[in-house]
């Protein structure tokens, strides 16, 4: 059975700081596809990144990076020089191929960026 | 031009009345969902819809059911609300197969059931 676990319920930083959010999957899987999505206060969600499993480059965009370990099934989220506008709750979630094609997500981590 | 939207965002019902969310994605997308996030935050799929078949989370009440009258609509109806019932309700789309760039949500219709 597909699982996400997102650990850290709740993160606080002060802006500037870098951060990491974990996020361990489990799959019986061979193919599949690991996503980020933020959650802002005003509800909508975001999609960061989508990765499939047989791609384990690191990725970078900007301030944002991911590393992608299928060796411990984890897939972190890192947030480098974090600013306010990072506060959101940030999701992991896998994509399972069996059946249909749909999400499985982790229960969230709620960043704080304090200013 | 909004991608997937949703249409109320914010209802309130009493217990009981039977309502409908609307939902409509203009990507030319294959597949559409209905997630339901709860109070907790968390993010739960109930339905999952294409030209060919839908398939149902085992877990959600029947009196959930969602209508596609076309590719580019997926409506939840939902009958004899319960005070449980109160929660965001996203729609999303995607294309199929391995080349999903990723999942497009709606922005979410906050439900509560008085």
């Known amino acids: 059975a597909q699982k996400v676990t997102q650990a850290q319920t709740e993160i606080s930083v002060v802006e500037k700081e870098d951060v990491t959010l974990d996020c361990v999957y489990e799959t019986r899987d061979t193919t599949y596809y690991l996503f980020w999505y933020k959650q802002p206060p005003s509800g909508e969600l975001v999609f960061l990144i989508r990765r499939n499993s047989f791609d384990e480059q690191n990725e970078i965009s900007g301030r944002y990076s991911w590393n992608f370990q299928k060796s411990t099934s984890s897939f972190n989220f890192t947030i480098t020089a974090s600013q306010v506008v990072d506060s959101a709750v940030y999701f992991c979630?896998?994509?399972?191929?069996?059946?249909?094609?749909?999400?499985?997500f982790g229960t969230g981590t709620r960043l704080t960026v304090i200013p | 031009d909004t991608a997937v939207s949703q249409t109320p965002k914010y209802l309130v019902t009493q217990m009981g009345n039977d309502k409908s969310i609307k939902c409509e994605q203009n990507l030319g997308h294959d597949t559409m969902y209905w997630y339901k996030q709860d109070s907790k935050k968390f993010l739960k799929i109930m339905f999952s819809y294409n030209n060919k078949e839908l398939i149902i989370n085992e877990t959600v009440p029947n009196r959930f059911s969602p209508k596609s009258p076309d590719k580019a609509h997926l409506n939840l109806h939902i009958n004899s609300l319960e005070l449980g019932d109160s929660a965001v309700y996203f729609c999303?789309?995607?294309?199929?197969?391995?080349?999903?760039?990723?999942?497009?949500f709606g922005s979410g219709t906050r439900l509560t059931v008085v």
């Open positions: 979630a896998l994509e399972d191929q069996t059946g249909a094609n749909n999400l499985f």
């Open positions: 999303a789309s995607s294309p199929v197969g391995r080349f999903n760039y990723g999942y497009t």
